[in-house]
């Protein structure tokens, strides 16, 4: 007979045959003792009085054909109830009391928790001995979980693999393959995923599994999550209640995550609501609010109501309703320092200035402060120090409770400022070419010195000004590990991806600017890696044929001096117009004068002719009514002039990266001054300023303003037309041609001469799309006057369009793709002589600013 039955779960099992450790054969439920067999020891019979006894253990697998997956030895290492067995094997009779019960269910848990199991069931069948004796067989009726071999994801395709893969190593949920199946980890996936569809707007997003046997063996199986994303949820209208102090579309623009739909949100995902996104906006409401001085500030979960969902079952409108609590704007009491030692409590006073006892309370400011104070601890070595402003509200018993009819609260600013911290060593990881000492002359910071944090700041934005390795995060680029053993020593370790700066190029090209060009040249700006710039270069294309070899020491002798030289020889063909051939050479030396200046003082002498003018040009009749048209084209002056020219200028530069910056400006100041050793006599200063701001993590703005004026001097009363102003192509106005914007003169059917002053002011939305690649809405204007003539806003040409930029590893250079449309091409000739077009496409190379 059968007895006792205990299960894991409700799942029924179905009776199979055993995989028993005594030698019994299984008929219609009883078992009976085997046949003997050749060399195996006979079974030890029990007196024949005796009470029933714990003859057997088995274990079977019926809903997998009794095939198990672990071996039978894997489950005996959890039971203790086959050593009973043994024991009666060996003629110590174990009786079948409640004792043994007792272990069978302690070996039903400790199964149960090896995870190894979906359902566990342990029956009790009699085997008599064959003089009557009752004896008690415990079988163990086990179903496996299934192993899993290929899990896949499938019904929407918001997220691919490795995004699900990411997200689920971050908040910790282990789904492998080749593991048995847990309904927890399942369970923690399904919600992970809902999370994730919800937090891209799918909110009634439906999640569930199935599991698929597979070929190759018993409980193999392929888990397959189905994801049904179902209506996306869009924010259409969000209103706030509550709101006195503040309109909504104030508090709306502090929202960064939940905003309403708009033109773009195909593209841009905005108005999707994300349950996460919001809680982050509640935190931005109420940090604003208490900016303003509303410290009491709260703001409730939304109310949704949602409209009925789009025909096409895609798209489902809510209704934001935000509860907001305002509370009172509190003005400043008294303002007290506690815990400062190292800075003076004057230097405290003045950064946090405003600040004010009877003025408002602003969170905002006093956090800005806050950072303000840790950086000017920072620089002291104190790089630990931490601060809060700890605000206590008066009591209305207090006699100076309001303030002008408002609440107060009483500040003091709580500062833990740490001990001081020295460097210990500084050490780079990565520079494989580059030498340490080019590296360690940008650190501004020295072995044994102090650790001054705000010079950390400083090395980084150096070292990527450099553009010798991949762009470093100016915040968490160099590793601090205290020094084991000491309590106020650093080391400091920086980690380098070099960059490929040696490049030996041949090949073919074409831009706006070069035409069709062939390319042999080797550059570099790490010769050696010591720091220095080499360029050899020989370019021979339809409208350039440039050849060059320049050098440049950043160091010169051991000091941040800069020394360079070069010599070239370039022909440029504009289309249509003229030829300009020049040789020369010259030389250069550079110091600093600040932190991020620098004065340099070059010399340059070059010998210019023109040839291959444009027929137009060389009119008698053109030329009788334009005397100064012959000289400017040098004519009957062997076609040549001189130029020995000296430029100082001087350069205020803390732009980020020289080929992907993001932040930082850029002011320069030359000015040109051409006469002793050579015919032609000017001089020429130009003015420039470049500004990046960081809008958003991979969004920057970038403006860009430039003057030049150029006037002859001395025995040089007309300046020859290579040397006039001029603009268009991509490095000024993009959507014109080379020298297609400048004063023309009518009876060169429109031939742009040239002028001598101009203004040029660009403007960038640079969307880094990944390190290699931006999008930049860009916006030119730009205008040339000529000599006696006033600038004028009517004669100012614009071109604005978008430009995909990305980096070229062969060419060492960004590569572009542009599209401009120009508003204002009336008048304007392109390179062909043909009516300016109002959009065009254009590819070059290289960046506008």
Sequence with gaps: MRSRVFRAACVAVAAGSWLSMTPVTVVAGQAEPAAQQPGVPEEPMPPADSPPIFRSLALSFPTQGNVPTVETNTYLYYMESDELVDATQAGNFTLYDDAVEKVLLDDFQRLWDTDFLNDIAIEIVDVPYPNGVIGKQAVFLLDERARVRIITFEGSEQYDRTEIDEAMVQVGVELRTDTRVDPGVIRNTEGLLRSMWGEKGYQFAEVSHELTPMAGGPKIAQLVFNIDEGPKVEVHDIEFVGNDSMSAGVLKKQMTNTRERWLLSLITNRGAYRPLGFEQDADALVAHYRASGYIDAQVGLPELEYSEVSANGKKRPVRLRIPVTEGERYRVGTVNFDGEGVVRLEALQEIFSDLQPGGYYQEGKVRDAMQVAQEAYGSGGYYEMTGFPDTVRREDDHPEARIEGDPVVDVTLRLQEGQQYFVNRIKFRGNNTTHDEVIRREIGLVERGVFDTSALQYSVRRLNQLGYFEPLDEQNAIQIEKRPGYDNEVDLTLELTEANLNQLTFGAGASQFDGFFLQLSFQTTNFLGRGESLSVSVQNGERIKNYQLSFTEPYLFNKPITGGLNI??????????????????????????????????????????????????????????????????????????????????????????????????????????????????????????????????????????????????????????????????????????????????????????????????????????????????????????????????????????????????????????????????????????????????????????
Excluded: C
């Excluded at 370039?570 to 020049?582: E, K, L, M």
């Excluded at 023109?610 to 004519?635: G, S, T």
């Excluded at 062997?638 to 205020?652: E, G, H, M």
């Design 568 to 849: 070239f020889r370039r022909d440029i063909r504009f289309i249509n117009q003229f030829t300009q051939s020049s040789i020369g050479g010259g030389g250069s030396i550079g110091f600093r004068v600040g932190q991020w200046s620098q004065m340099f003082v070059a010399y340059s002498f070059e010998s210019t002719n023109v040839r291959e003018l444009n027929p137009a040009f060389l009119n008698p009749d053109i030329l009788r009514f334009n005397p100064f048209l012959a000289d400017a084209l040098l004519l009957g002056q062997d076609s040549a002039r001189t130029i020995s020219k000296v430029i100082p200028s001087f350069r205020l530069n803390t732009v980020d990266h020289p080929i992907f910056p993001t932040t930082g400006k850029s002011y320069s100041l030359s000015i040109e001054l051409a006469g002793v050793g050579g015919n032609t006599k000017f001089y020429k200063p130009v003015a420039e300023v470049i500004w990046y701001l960081k809008h958003a993590p991979r969004l920057s703005f970038g403006f860009r303003a430039r003057a030049e004026y150029i006037e002859p001097i001395g025995s040089t009363g007309v300046l020859p037309i290579f040397n006039l102003l001029t603009m268009g192509g991509e490095f000024s106005l993009r959507g014109f041609d080379i020298r297609s914007i400048g004063p023309s003169d009518p009876d060169l059917f429109g031939l742009v001469i040239g002028g001598n002053k101009s203004l040029l002011f660009n403007a960038e939305y640079l969307i880094s799309i990944a390190n290699p690649v931006r999008i930049i809405l860009f916006a030119d204007t730009g205008q040339v006057a000529d000599f006696g003539q006033e600038f004028s806003m009517s004669r100012f040409r614009s071109s604005t369009g978008v430009e995909l930029r990305f980096f070229m590893p062969v060419l060492n250079i960004p590569f572009r793709l542009i599209y401009a449309w120009n508003p204002s091409v009336e008048g304007i000739l392109n390179d062909r002589f043909q009516p300016q077009e109002s959009t065009v496409f254009k590819f070059g190379v290289g960046t506008t600013f």
